[in-house]
């Protein structure tokens, strides 16, 4: 199978990794040569560092690179079987790129869309034969990390999505089928693990040091959510937000922040600026975390409640399954647990209680309990069975 890869950048490279390592010929399109030769050196560096840990060994690593070119020029996809962009999140620059990359395939060649957030719909409109096209979203790092969402939009055929996910679980990867919605599910689920702590910290409950350590500490993620917002840039993460704001109809509940607006414009990303809510110059160290138990507890369990009811919500209205809705979660952001595999261990009547007494005291609609949840819990009911 012949894969075409457009985009060399970090995530691009990384999609060309992991086809290759399954045995596709890949072929890396960029309209930069520099870009080219980066992507090239990158996997050279990332291959011997897994020679060094005994992961691989020098013939695998060459299997690796003989399965991947790097072309400049559209036409050299006009073989491929499936082609994948990840290129920047615009979707005009999408749609254009789209368009012109049709005149170069067959008319049987699939054409996918990495796009995180962004409507397969709009991306296939600008193809003659729409129901070629489909969203294939990968997470970052893309050799790591063992989902991938599929997105079938309403002009893809039935055929197209079941090629894709045979083929994604070829490459031994956990795939989450996401209804074409904004976010489909880890971005829209994982938005108040960052938009309520946000909220916290505005409010003067808690700074970053203190809700990044109850949340490790209690809930055992691995990032505190002012560690993985530094990590993915505030400025990727606040276009992120805004752009599923703006997608929900400005419901309040992805409305982004403020604190991360104003750090995004003063250039305070995170580890790639050196500066974000934590500073990255060596010798510099953490500020200290408040060690209240009572105050850790209110924190976790108020960023818990939102996004179980994120994740239920999801499940309401049909965006996956809730097989899918966990795994994505856990797979594809590493959670400890899955939403609503929590939810049954908190209880769901703790679900509701919790998002009422928010809303009670807040009276703010972005607080309001998914109607699933309220059904669950006068009917009794589990997400899933528990022995």
């Known amino acids: 199978m012949i894969i075409g890869v457009i985009g060399s950048g970090t995530m691009g490279s990384g999609i060309a990794q992991v086809a290759a390592t399954s045995g596709c010929k890949v072929k890396v399109f960029d309209t930069k040569q520099e870009a080219l030769d980066k992507s090239k050196n990158a996997l050279e560096k990332i291959l011997s560092r897994l020679i060094e ?65 962004l409507s397969i719909a709009s991306i296939a409109s600008a193809l003659k034969k729409p129901e070629r096209c489909i969203g294939i979203h990968f997470f970052n790092p893309a050799p790591l990390m063992k989902l991938v969402e599929v997105i079938p939009a309403i002009q893809t055929s039935e055929e197209v999505k079941d090629k894709v996910v045979q083929i994604i679980k070829d490459w031994k990867k956990t795939v989450a089928i996401a209804k074409d919605t904004p976010g489909f599910i880890v971005n829209r689920v994982a938005r108040p693990f960052y938009g309520e702590s946000l909220r916290i910290l505005e409010e003067g409950l808690a700074d970053v040091a203190t809700i990044d350590w109850s949340l490790k500490t209690l809930g055992r993620f691995k990032m505190g959510p002012f560690e993985l917002m530094d990590f993915i840039g505030n400025d990727v993460n606040y276009t992120v937000t805004e752009t599923v704001f703006k997608a929900f109809y ?67 209205w049909n965006i996956a399954s809730a097989e899918d809705i966990d795994n994505a979660m856990t797979k594809g952001v590493n959670y400890p647990k899955g939403l609503l595999c929590w939810a049954d261990e908190k209880g769901i009547d703790w679900c509701v209680n919790a998002l009422d007494k928010l809303y009670d005291e807040y009276h703010e609609d972005r607080y309001r309990c998914s109607p699933i949840l309220r059904k669950m819990n006068k009917e009794k009911k589990t997400f899933f069975s528990l022995v």
């Open 250 to 316: 400005y419901d309040p509940r992805y409305k982004p922040s403020f604190t991360q607006k104003r750090l995004s414009e003063a250039g305070y990303l995170g580890r790639k600026s050196g500066k974000g809510y934590y500073r990255y110059k060596e010798g510099t160290a953490k500020p200290d975390p408040v060690k209240d138990e009572q105050l850790a507890t209110y924190i976790f369990e108020r960023v818990l409640a939102m996004l179980i009811n994120e994740a239920a919500d999801a499940l309401f």
């Open 53 to 117: 840990k005994g992961r691989i060994d020098q013939n695998e690593k060459d299997r690796i690179q003989n399965n991947i070119s790097y072309v400049s020029a559209l036409d050299h996809l006009k073989d491929a079987d499936l082609t994948i962009e990840a290129i920047i999140e615009d979707l005009e620059i999408k749609k254009k790129v789209f368009s012109e990359l049709e005149n170069h395939v067959s008319e049987d060649t699939i054409i996918a869309s990495n796009t995180s957030s």
